[in-house]
């Protein structure tokens, strides 16, 4: 197994196996980082007039490479969450309407809309998804038989945040095309785990965070909108769109601009790109999925509960959601740091809880030994 686990300054001590929720990033990027924000610094005035545009498409057409599409059709957000809400204020909603999401979606996505639906009488309707995954067509057919008249978008994640399963949104948007439905993939797990081509993905819109598994800095994300949807799209935050003179005239022009803020998040992503893809982005994902698996395997073997999701590549990636005996999940959760400095997620699911793992390429097995060690002892204490 490859290691490049020095490219990362974690804590002394930490076992962090929380990639998922927040990656740090790896040297490269936190230096790339430094550069702009000093260069910002030293003459703001410079920056932001006549070099800022240059630099921010720069990063946006490496990005728009990398996940394949079109610069034009991409704009940077803070996030995947910032992304969402930019589609839930765009979308034309009436009375009687319905958004589709599935009973696996991540929790703040559920609120988003929620709160978009009730003013307009319009109403967020959630899927039940097949209680064990063995096929795409399983899966599909699940989330279909919810659809209805009604039915104006659909909003699915790519892999889904609590439960951590690569969900079919190639079968799930060629459908949705034929029953002419909108489909919205929440995808910050998907970057850089999954190869991306949004073009031939045919979505309406995709929205990530990058500072997950692509390790750019915290505070970049990015939106696409297809071009059949751009013209619908506003931004939540209404500024000069380009510095003056310039004037907004595309869509996406009206994100460049919102007002004065920090871009270096944005700028380090060709950076993060690059170092992943040096390593060789197959390399990483089957040896992060390897170790996920190894944490599966003794994780089981420990606790004699089998996942609800096989081991495969088609449904698992770099994280790994194992079933644990009952107890309270944030008390057990905070065990593990409390007293064995590990950093790992204990998600309440449904009528249970299961553990989390998320590895990437700082992780090794001898993390794994100490994960599995405080969870016996923890579970022999009753937690």
């Not at 993060?272 to 390897?290: D, V």
């Not at 790994?320 to 309440?348: C, H, K, N, S, Y």
């Amino acid at each position: 197994m490859t290691s490049v686990a020095h490219q990362w300054n974690l804590r002394p001590g930490t076992t962090y196996l929380n990639h998922g929720s927040f990656g740090p990033p790896p040297r490269a990027v936190r230096e790339a980082r430094r550069v702009w924000i000093d260069r910002l610094d030293e003459q703001p005035m410079d920056f932001f007039v006549r070099q800022y545009e240059g630099h921010f498409d720069t990063a946006r057409e490496k990005l728009a490479d990398f996940v394949g599409c079109q610069r034009d059709d991409l704009i940077f957000v803070e996030n995947a969450t910032a992304g969402m809400n930019v589609v839930a204020q765009s979308v034309s909603l009436q009375t009687g309407d319905e958004v589709l999401l599935t009973d696996h979606e991540y929790g703040a996505v559920q609120r988003i809309w929620e709160r978009v639906c009730t003013p307009r009488n319009a109403r967020a309707v959630t899927a039940p998804l097949p209680e064990r995954f063995d096929s795409v067509e399983q899966v599909v057919d699940a989330l279909f038989a919810a659809v209805t008249p009604a039915t104006r978008l659909i909003v699915v994640s790519q892999i889904t945040s609590p439960t951590t399963i690569i969900l079919p949104v190639r079968e799930i948007c060629e459908e949705a095309r034929r029953r002419g439905v909108a489909v919205c993939v929440d995808g910050p797990h998907a970057l850089a785990t999954l190869p991306l081509d949004l073009r031939s993905l045919n979505c309406d819109y995709f929205t990530a965070s990058c500072h997950k598994w692509l390790s750019a800095a915290f505070g970049s994300g990015f939106l696409y909108v297809h071009r059949r949807r751009q013209h619908e799209i506003q931004t939540p935050m209404l500024s000069w769109g380009r510095l003056l003179p310039a004037v907004p005239e595309t869509w996406r022009d009206e994100f460049t601009w919102t007002g004065t803020r920090d871009p270096s998040a944005y700028l380090t992503i060709p950076t993060a790109i690059e170092f992943l893809e040096s390593f060789g982005l197959e390399k990483f994902r089957r040896q992060t999925h390897a170790l996920a698996s190894t944490a599966r395997r003794r994780i089981i073997s420990l606790t004699g509960l089998d996942s609800f999701v096989v081991d495969d590549d088609l449904w698992q990636g770099p994280m790994t959601p194992l079933p644990l005996p009952p107890g309270d999940a944030m008390t057990l959760q905070q065990a593990f740091w409390d007293r064995f400095q590990i950093e790992v997620p204990i998600v309440p699911w449904k009528e249970g809880r299961h553990i989390r793992v998320s590895c990437h390429l700082y992780n090794t097995e001898e993390h794994i030994d100490r994960l599995v060690t405080a969870l016996q002892t923890l579970l022999g204490e009753g937690l």
